[in-house]
């Protein structure tokens, strides 16, 4: 038998021809994360890879504009503070040279030294406001990640692994290293060149054609190989991704490794993906060694230029010897500025990389919760219906439900069954309101589930799907989910209908007990039974099992059902099953095949009538 979707993984039933005595075998899967970036990031193309990624840098810095503009109005007094040194170095030469008295080179001198105290007292200033978006930043990210997460539509995430997916929050890390010299070193290097041209055209008017060609060089170096730095970092950075993911699956499937015997699996794949990200950094670096051999060249040669210009004009007696020595410590001062913004140029790309990775998460589709509010009655049922329900996965080419159509009265307790791939996971999904891209109709109490807020709707609606499992909290935190409705006296109530007492009574710290993370490892029933409480402690008006029974003892599967099915509890049940424990129990049986409701009735009556129903209980396996 071939399981094809993971979601099918709830379907499955023992298959025709295996007895008691064949075995099942159960192969761990690891998911296999969809790396690739969007084609336009690949290309390199000034136009649209700079472009793009750096308004996602200004928008995801545009909560922190006010701060910014304060750091580059520092940037700017500092820019032009700096030039007291070479312009009090002129006018000290100048008054040493004509002989004037001590009085005014002491003067000086310390107009220069408060210049250069001023420079520094406001380069703290920045400092100060970086930390400050230090913190910003990574709790505005961390609140932004926590605050979409739960709202993704979930169709927008079906080619990725959402866990691996969060790992792109760490480049928030990046951001904070790379900000600082983003907006403190390379904007007052850029500064100081434009300010340090400034002043040399004001000594001669070659000054300037020189500064035109300086600039025009160091443009036409970052043109040439800018794009492809960018890509190289890209690429780079999605290979650190693939073997975080990797070592975080070895972890997760700890057993399977510990089981497995003498495999060298983990270290093979391990060393093939590293080996990947070693040449994608190879790539990069070449492309950083490329641009740091072209500023050598550039500042030779603009060294040299400036120079010799410097010499000619003085021995011409264009300008003076303070002047020229002024100029000297400009050119320096300007060749440093550029090398730093070359040397740094790496943490440019980290930040434009990081900003990309973060947007991954921070632009996926979200749900918008308005519309109608869902309101139920206490201890009432929702009906449900549904008309002509249609959908196909993006990936497939069939559609997975077609023409379903389907009428749950209030408080009624009805199951789905079916054979693998019938539909019955979809057709829960869709009724939960997690897939958008569906044909037909879904109301909830008359109103159609495109008008209703669905925020609402989830607020009745306790859903007991196979992926839902424990997070790290406390057995408290796991039950409540800090929803406000839900009091303590709703929590003992909720323990004690889902057989939880025994098992809390036995922890020290009880409610309070850390699960997941801490010293407690939950047995499979107890994380059944702590969902069963998660999902009823609000009374709600539905109740969803997606063959949540599956593996369950009979005893105990008895009694939950008795708890589920209760007659006191106005809530309506849909359960996903082909247990015939189950199916008894109901009001109503619907049978689906290939995607469509084929029957329906009591289990007698479907049995009485359909051979292939009775087929289908008849192969599920008695243990179970």
């Not at 840098?57 to 032009?80: D, S």
């Not at 692994?161 to 904007?187: A, C, H, S, V, W």
Request: overall charge neutral; charged content about 20%.
């Amino acid at each position: 038998m071939r399981i094809e979707r993971v979601e099918d993984l709830g379907d499955l039933q023992r298959h025709d021809g295996l007895s008691e005595a064949d075995s099942i075998v159960v192969i761990t899967c690891f998911p296999h994360s969809n790396f690739e970036e969007p084609e336009e990031l690949r290309a390199i193309d000034v136009g649209s890879v700079r472009f793009k990624l750096f308004s996602k840098l200004l928008k995801l810095l545009q909560p922190e504009r006010k701060e910014i503009l304060y750091i580059f109005l520092y940037a700017i007094l500092i820019g032009i503070i700096s030039l007291s040194l070479p312009l009090g170095v002129q006018s000290l030469i100048g008054f040493i040279s004509s002989g004037q008295v001590v009085t005014s080179v002491v003067v000086l001198i310390a107009f220069i030294l408060l210049g250069i105290v001023f420079s520094g007292i406001m380069t703290i200033y920045q400092l100060e406001l970086v930390e400050f978006l230090h913190q910003k930043l990574f709790t505005r990210t961390a609140f932004s990640f926590a605050s979409r997460i739960p709202r993704i539509r979930l169709e927008s995430v079906l080619q990725y692994y959402p866990p691996e997916l969060m790992n792109r929050f760490f480049d928030t890390i990046t951001l904070q290293k790379g900000l600082p010299i983003l907006l403190i070193d390379i904007t007052a290097a850029t500064l100081q060149v434009i300010f340090g041209i400034l002043l040399l055209s004001f000594y001669h008017p070659l000054f300037i054609v020189m500064g035109s060609v300086l600039v025009f060089l160091l443009i036409f170096i970052l043109r040439m190989t800018g794009p492809k730095g960018l890509a190289t970092a890209m690429t780079e950075s999605d290979y650190k991704y693939r073997v975080a993911n990797w070592l975080e699956e070895i972890a997760r499937t700890l057993s399977t490794f510990k089981l497995a015997g003498h495999t060298s699996f983990a270290l093979d794949k391990t060393d093939h993906l590293v080996s990947n990200y070693v040449q994608a950094r190879e790539d990069h670096f070449r492309v950083l060694k490329k641009q740091y051999y072209s500023f050598v060249v550039f500042k030779t040669i603009v060294t040299a230029m400036l120079l010799i210009l410097g010499a000619v004009l003085i021995v011409d007696r264009q300008i003076n010897l303070g002047q020229f020595v002024a100029a000297e410590i400009v050119i320096i001062m300007t060749i440093n500025s550029i090398e730093k913004i070359i040397l740094k140029i790496d943490k440019v790309y980290d930040v434009l990389v990081g900003v990309e990775k973060i947007t991954k998460v921070t632009s996926l589709p979200v749900e918008e919760y308005k519309g109608i509010d869902l309101v139920v009655p206490k201890n009432s049922g929702l009906s449900i219906r549904t008309e002509n329900l249609g959908y196909r996965f993006p990936d497939r080419a069939q559609p997975t439900l077609n023409g379903v159509s389907l009428k749950v009265d209030a408080s009624e307790r009805i199951a789905i069954t079916g054979y693998n791939s019938s539909g019955k996971s979809t057709l829960i999904n869709l009724i939960l309101g997690l897939y958008d891209s569906y044909s037909g109709n879904i109301q909830f109490n008359g109103v159609s589930l495109r008008e209703l807020n669905k925020a609402s709707l989830m607020n009745h609606v306790g859903d007991f799907v196979s992926e839902e499992a424990l997070f790290d909290g406390t057995i408290l935190e796991n039950i409540s989910i800090g929803r406000k409705g839900v009091t303590m006296e709703d929590v003992l109530w909720a323990c004690k209908a889902a057989g939880l007492n025994d098992f809390l009574s036995g922890l020290p710290e009880g409610l309070n007990t850390r699960l997941v993370g801490g010293p407690v490892r939950v047995p499979e029933s107890m994380v059944k039974k702590i969902v069963i409480a998660r999902n009823i402690v609000e009374h709600p008006a539905l109740l969803i099992l997606d063959d949540f029974l599956l593996g369950v003892e009979r005893r105990e599967k008895k009694r939950i059902l008795e708890l589920i099915l209760d007659r006191n509890y106005g809530w309506t049940v849909i359960l996903i099953s082909n247990d015939p424990v189950v199916l008894t129990a109901v009001d109503r049986v619907v049978v689906m095949k290939e995607g469509r409701i084929v029957d329906e009735g009591t289990f007698d009556a479907l049995s009485s009538r359909s051979e292939e129903f009775r087929e289908l209980i008849q192969n599920y396996p008695a243990s179970l």
